[in-house]
């Protein structure tokens, strides 16, 4: 939480990624040592673009709600279509969390080489950055179990 350094799961379908996530979520928010949000990166995306001729909120203020966060759960990173505009968007959310030393969780079914295409190497960089770590969950699927 000091440095804000952010930790990536990459793995295959049904191996606990989110689950693991959520649970770190939930026992920070318990503790009181952090508020939080958890989204996919396509619904980030989608709630951003719904301020766009909305009078009532901007942009800008949506960004801030997911930058302000103590601990960012980005879920389902590569679903979204790469363009990039929600590139722009996500690094403006990546970027605002690093100049704020926040932390952040990416959960994604590709390699770390794959989510660089759609994340952005400059979004990349600066969640490796401050210490982050990478967690291969390469284990076969726990949900049929």
């Avoid at 960004?63 to 929600?86: C, F």
């Amino acid at each position: 939480k000091k440095t804000g350094s952010s930790l990536f799961y990459c793995g295959n379908y049904g191996t606990g990624k989110t689950h693991l996530a959520i649970a770190i979520l939930l026992q920070l928010i318990r503790d009181k040592k952090t508020t939080g949000i958890y989204s996919t990166t396509m619904r980030m995306i989608r709630d951003i673009r719904s301020s766009y001729g909305n009078k009532l909120v901007s942009e800008q203020d949506i960004i801030y709600n997911y930058v302000r966060a103590g601990l960012l759960v980005l879920d389902e990173v590569g679903v979204q279509m790469g363009t990039e505009a929600e590139k722009l968007l996500i690094y403006e959310v990546i970027n605002g969390r690093y100049e704020n030393f926040k932390p952040t969780i990416l959960i994604s079914n590709l390699s770390v080489n794959e989510m660089t295409e759609y994340l952005g190497a400059r979004s990349i960089d600066r969640l490796k950055s401050k210490s982050g770590s990478l967690v291969i969950m390469d284990w076969e699927s726990w949900r049929n179990k």
